[in-house]
């Protein structure tokens, strides 16, 4: 679809619409930035191009994506390549819907220092670009600004090599209107991704909800019957938050909530390749892949002595199920939760500060006890309020 320079006006127009459709079809910030780049430097006929974005709380210019020919260190998706703005001053300078177009304009820069003005009032201050195509081995390059909602998002930059032609204000033009329609594809992406970040994010606490537990167990799962990769589910239900609400008040009751969820992040962070949520009310989990079951335990009995210390609260109980323990073939996320749910509750009913692990042997052997009860309650032969209780330790 991508025509390259000297294309006429009717050519950059099936342009910039295959451009809009291609990134309506991308499902990620990644993916948009791929496309928005190689289809920018396809369309200007450049021979690189890069998407940056201004992170205005650390002050510089971080690139998301670079394509075509890339040199020395330059990376397709690099992961801390950045630059500080007061090198490249003009993205600061630059007005927000102030151009006599409603926005900012692009500009063409040269490698011996020539440059195309944009139009919007003031020249920006000269910064680093000749430098930097220089060092690069580039000729010229064209920079135009990204708005999206009124605010300079960051910037489109594509480049020509040294023998090539220059860009030209019409070039530039062009490159304004592909920017615009980069930041129609990353306003829509952002927005996506919010929607999809409220979807799999407990509101209270900030943690990942049951839906995104869900989602991740099914994929570890489906590693741990390709591979053998260990996955363990840690339960942990909040005591006492019923008594904190009804004595000292709800509010008091999100506190606590809030600061167990902080005690079981900090505690999740322990171990690589782990999610923390919350599963509702005051039941929480934490999801690890591939740490040992035993590297779990502790973490879980760090879990427990750490949340015994908060200043409201009964602490907590604590159950594991693991596939690197003895617990048998785990073919699906309901076993596993159904055997993390049962040694929670035998924990609590225990009133034990100490986690209980689901096919270890403890006291009253509870482990193996928890492992019995939920393979009946697999087998369908547990579902009556007394099994229940029976399996929470109750009466047993």
């Given at each position: 679809m991508w025509i390259g320079y000297g294309m006429g006006d009717d050519a950059r127009l099936r342009t910039v619409v295959g451009l809009a459709q291609e990134m309506a079809a991308a499902h990620s910030l990644r993916d948009v930035a791929r496309t928005?780049?190689?289809?920018?430097?396809?369309a200007l006929g450049g021979s690189f191009a890069a998407l940056s974005v201004w992170e205005r709380e650390r002050g510089r210019l971080r690139v998301l994506v670079n394509t075509g020919e890339r040199r020395g260190d330059e990376r397709e998706f690099p992961e801390d390549e950045a630059y500080p703005v007061h090198d490249f001053p003009e993205i600061t300078g630059l007005p927000y819907g102030g151009g006599p177009d409603g926005g900012p304009r692009a500009w063409v820069e040269t490698a011996s220092g020539a440059r195309d003005e944009p139009r919007y009032g003031p020249a920006a201050p000269v910064g680093r670009r000749p430098l930097a195509l220089r060092r690069r081995g580039r000729g010229c390059c064209v920079v135009a600004p990204v708005v999206v909602d009124g605010l300079v998002w960051g910037e489109l930059y594509v480049a020509r090599e040294p023998g090539r032609p220059v860009f030209d204000r019409a070039d530039a033009?062009?490159?304004?209107a592909l920017a615009s329609v980069i930041a129609a594809g990353i306003a829509q992406t952002e927005r996506l991704e919010e929607v999809r970040r409220l979807a799999f994010t407990d509101p209270l606490t900030g943690l990942a909800n049951r839906r995104a537990v869900d989602a991740r167990l099914d994929e570890a799962l489906e590693r741990h019957?390709?591979?053998?990769?260990?996955?363990?589910?840690?339960?942990?239900?909040?005591?006492?938050?019923?008594?904190?609400?009804?004595?000292?008040?709800h509010e008091a009751g999100d506190r606590l909530l809030e600061r167990f969820a902080s005690v079981l992040s900090l505690c999740g962070a322990m171990l690589p390749d782990t999610l923390v949520a919350r599963l509702g009310g005051d039941e929480f989990c934490l999801l690890a892949v591939g740490p040992s079951a035993d590297e779990v335990v502790r973490v879980a009995d760090e879990v427990c002595r750490r949340a015994a210390e908060l200043e409201t609260g009964q602490g907590v109980a604590c159950g594991v199920a693991s596939t690197g323990d003895p617990i048998g073939p785990v073919r699906s996320a309901r076993r596993l939760f159904r055997l993390a749910d049962a040694a929670q509750y035998r924990a609590k009913a225990?009133?034990?500060?100490?986690?209980?692990?689901a096919g270890r042997e403890g006291a009253d052997d509870a482990g193996d006890e928890v492992v019995r009860l939920a393979d009946q309650a697999d087998r369908g032969r547990?579902?009556?309020?007394?099994?229940?209780?029976r399996l929470r330790g109750l009466d047993v």
């Open positions: 928005a780049a190689e289809g920018a430097r396809a033009d062009f490159a304004e019957r390709a591979d053998g990769t260990v996955v363990s589910l840690l339960v942990c239900d909040v005591n006492g938050l019923k008594t904190v609400n009804d004595v000292l008040g225990a009133r034990t500060d100490k986690p209980v692990v547990i579902g009556s309020r007394g099994d229940r209780r």
